[in-house]
């Protein structure tokens, strides 16, 4: 039984170091930027299929560096003539542009590369189990999804917090005219953010359409998800997306593990099977785990409006 838990909980981490793959280059954006992308999962879609195309004549490694370029260059092409068009009509224009934008997104990936699913395989040399625990194996693909995540969180932070460049960013935001006055061309550091942060993204998309699938339902599938990250982990907070990844991928997965309810472990204390509580009681965790981040979305939303480690408004 320790075994299973153990292995649930080794899984829980990789699938939530995924999430932050996802979910960290929009935080980025939305904290440097106070820009919402609603097309963000798209990119990560993007990543994945650039990464199965380059791949086919350049091998998995050149298209794992290739695929977050490319992803990049487009997301600063979309902020250069698009967003950045939308931005002076306020917050309401932003999102509804890049709420557009993937569904565009996705009818031309579906245009070009079909609507089913590609045959995107992990490469043969990570193809083998790194070990095993509880009857079952763990490969080493697996492995290197998680040193590449952990790998881009330090960087992020370095980036943020150790280097002038993240000084200037960070400035960009809350000074542009000092920023600006300093010789700094900040339209430009705008640009440079949103595609870094959409590079981000496209590197999740490398890895995770390889772990998961590769369709174009597949930003679909994981945009609400990445936005419930954002939001509990706390508006442009890095560490509290980590965080908020991590507690979504434990749970969910554990949920899916171990099956049992409330009733099971506690005992009906009287509750009936009826009504919403005596269901809701009496409900396995396999039924709850879907919904699972919406259900803490909800909460924190009730009693902590500005996630794990969002600032508070001035």
């Not at 932050?20 to 990119?43: E, K, P, R």
């Not at 990464?51 to 050149?62: E, H, M, N, Q, R």
């Not at 260059?73 to 002076?88: D, F, P």
Request: proline share 4%; hydrophobic share 55%.
């Amino acid at each position: 039984m320790l075994d299973i838990i153990a292995y649930s909980i080794l899984n829980g981490v990789l699938y939530g170091m995924l999430l932050f793959m996802m979910s960290s280059g929009l935080t980025l954006i939305f904290g440097m930027m106070g820009v919402l992308n609603f097309a963000h999962a798209s990119f990560y879609m993007l990543g994945a299929y650039f990464a199965y195309t380059v791949g086919l004549a350049t091998g998995f490694w050149i298209a794992l560096f290739l695929a977050p370029i490319l992803v990049g260059i487009v997301g600063a092409g979309v902020e250069k003539y698009g967003l950045r068009r939308v931005h002076q009509f306020g917050h309401v224009p932003e999102l509804l542009f890049t709420f557009g934008l993937a569904y565009v997104i996705e009818e031309l990936v579906a245009l070009f590369w079909g609507t089913v699913p590609v045959p995107y395989d992990m490469p043969g040399i990570l193809d083998f189990t790194a070990f095993s625990m509880a009857g079952l194996d763990y490969s080493a693909f697996k492995v290197f999804i998680l040193a590449i995540s952990v790998l881009m969180f330090a960087g992020l932070w370095l980036l943020i917090k150790k280097t002038r460049a993240g000084l200037i960013i960070q400035g960009s935001l809350s000074r542009p005219d000092m920023v600006s006055a300093l010789g700094h061309n900040v339209p430009m550091v705008f640009t440079l953010v949103f595609a870094f942060g959409c590079a981000l993204a496209g590197l999740g998309g490398v890895v995770g359409g390889i772990q998961f699938v590769t369709d174009p339902g597949m930003a679909f599938m994981m945009g609400p998800i990445v936005f419930v990250v954002v939001v509990l982990g706390g508006l442009g907070s890095v560490p509290g997306a980590l965080i908020a990844s991590l507690l979504i991928g434990i749970l969910q997965t554990f949920f899916l593990s171990i099956n049992f309810s409330l009733a099971d472990s506690i005992g009906t204390l009287g509750i009936e099977d009826s009504g919403f509580f005596g269901v809701l009681w009496h409900m396995e965790t396999t039924r709850l785990a879907p919904v699972l981040p919406f259900l803490l979305l909800v909460l924190t939303l009730i009693f902590r409006p500005r996630g794990i480690l969002g600032k508070r408004e001035a």
